[in-house]
């Protein structure tokens, strides 16, 4: 109890298809496309929003901040796994398998969806060792998504990381446009899909809008197998068991956000008006951090943790390869982000969330 009036002081304090069927689909997506994106723009006031993806670290969020925005009914989860009841309860969830072209048509069609949030990915850690998995859903499943965007005139919401750059992009910080050659299967096909939303928007007219994620950093959710997860699993152990191995070397830094930071951005571009948006990919970012700052700001309020490396040369060589920082002022230029987490604050709140859910889980 004293470390829960601790931290809540202290945050006080600081405030599926073929190749044919893909061309088939284009030429119905272009004549479509005049009409359907009159229709798109009419509905920008209150849009009814498809959350692909939805039930991973991200979504579940997302869904909230929307449903406060934009009414409950007007946005639907989606995913291929079973809902926990909490967000089975809070809104519409419905099954979607985002390989499944004609599933995915239905539901934009069924529920005159009018912007489309693509969360489904197979993230870093997990691709590496399922490339296959990897290449289906986040090259053939964006496929679905773009063609589908675009033949009936959404606006979409794909996320890029920073892991789209590589160990020959300028590393800090790393500007929006420069060498991007990952080195990993999910890097790759977040290159692939920043090009191919960027190409449906000049040839198509499709109203793609990207952001590069930092890591993104939340109590809330176990993290999906990404290589920052190290940065969310250290707060967890830190107030579980006081102790933590980590299998990076100390002085790895890497560009992070706090989880509210990273969702009003996707909302302040998902409203932003399409001509204030100079390009259609943007970095955003908050904070850049060593693992040694990390862990002296949560010893600060955690004195006791024990921290021991076992350096995973693999995962190193990996961290190695991405942004120390990002450059963001073309987002902050174009449609005025701005973020409102730095490490103290994302140290406090991350510590109480989690100090707080455990007990509130030991008391049931
Ligand atoms: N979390 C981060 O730190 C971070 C950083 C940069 C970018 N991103 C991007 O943001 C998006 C969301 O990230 P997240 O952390 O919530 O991911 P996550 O791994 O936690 O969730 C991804 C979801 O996709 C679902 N999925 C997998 N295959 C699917 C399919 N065939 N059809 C439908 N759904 C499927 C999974 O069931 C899972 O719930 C991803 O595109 C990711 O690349 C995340």
Redesign the pocket.
Known sequence: MMLVMQLLRGTVKHAGSSPQCSAKRLSSAVRGISSSLQQSCTDTDHPKVLI??G?????VGFAKLLRRQFGKNNVILS???KPPNHVYHNGPFIF????DFKNLREIVVNNNISWLVH?????SSVGENNVALAKE?NIT?LHNILDIATEHGLRVFV?S?MEAFGPSSPGDPTPELCVQRPRTIYGVSKVHAELMGEYYHHRFGLDFRCLR?P??ISADCQ????S?DYAVQIFHAAVKTGCFECNLRSDTQLPMMYIDDCLRATLELLEAPADTLVSRTYNINAMNFTLHHLIQEIQKVLPDLKVTYNVDPVRQAIADGWPMALEDSAARRDWGWKHEYGLSQLVQTMLTHITTGNQLAQAY
């Open positions: 692909t993806g039930l991973g670290q991200l979504g995913d291929i796994r979607s398998d985002i390989l969360y489904s990915a197979v993230l859903v499943g996320p990381t994620y890591g993104i993290p999906g197998g990404g920052t």
